[in-house]
């Protein structure tokens, strides 16, 4: 009645062995999955997640950024937005290609080596760096100083000491150059006292990005719904983007820089008008175009944004 009954013993040994033999297999083929996706790249490398930056080459960028107060973040050796558009920052103050990147001018400028390569991650990232220098973030964090009350002028100086241009209205239009366009807007009331010279900086070098986005037209984003636009009187946004998409497609290729010192001057109201001279390379095939303007902006705060409702540009030594 207590017995060991030999043939159960033996069913139930084999079932035993049976899952056993199926739990060794179903482990063997997750080790080799797993070993294929690490190998496969999902897991980043130290490049990829890096941007085609070495590891050990973005913690030298973020520890010279840092040093000058263009960059904020943890040196971390990671790439990121704000890296991006501390690289922005940089460049727009130094005279550099605006880019928003580690090209070879700005690697030159900062004694570190250049990115492995601009890759089609950086590039979409690029949206996502002028909507970072837009939003004035790093201004905030730095507490940095506001600009003056309405009825002075006040001239903002970029390390290529170059003087500032006088402008008393919007200046004539010139044909053929008509370089970057500018960033969109929240809702909290502002005025033009709380502009301050660090932001309308970092709004120009947003500004110029985004008319470099290849999403060809995003820098109408920037604008107010009806502006006074260089010499075509007052438009609406949308014709605007469709003027800027006709222009990228004739010059498709496009470098602009800052040229030398930005001016701000407070306007009737809450605006201000800014005044910045740029310089442009154009390309497209074997064409090719190139000089500087003076470029100025009428900006209106709106809520803790701003907004272009004015834009034209004259040709500048």
Known sequence: MFGIRYPNVTTRFVILCIVVGLAVVAAVSMYRSYGTTQSSGDAPHAEASSDGWADDNVREVQEKLREGG???????????TELAAAL????????????????????????VKPAVTANATSRERSSETWRQLRKGEHQ?????????????????SSRTGMPPQE???????????????????????SSANDIGTERVRDYVGAFVLAGLDPQVGAEAEFFADRVQYYDEGTI?????????????????????????????????????????????ELRNGRKHSSGKIAKTIVLEPTGDDLEIVAVNERKAN
């Open 70 to 80: 263009f960059f904020l973040g943890e040196i971390d050796g990671a790439y990121s």
């Open 88 to 111: 922005g920052r940089y460049q727009i103050r130094n005279g550099l290609p605006i880019t928003g990147q580690l090209d070879l001018e700005t690697s030159n400028a900062l004694s």
């Open 140 to 156: 905030k964090r730095n507490d940095t100083r506001v600009a003056r009350s309405a009825g002075t002028n006040e001239t903002i």
């Open 167 to 189: 402008s008393s209205s919007l200046p004539a239009p010139i044909p053929n150059a008509k370089p970057a366009s500018a960033p969109p807007a929240p809702a909290h009331s």
């Open 236 to 280: 609406g946004r949308e014709n605007i983007r469709r003027d800027l998409q006709r222009y990228a497609a004739r010059w498709p290729e496009r470098r602009f820089w800052l040229a030398g010192d930005i001016r701000v001057e407070p306007q009737n109201g809450n605006r201000v008008r800014v005044t910045f001279p740029l310089r442009y």
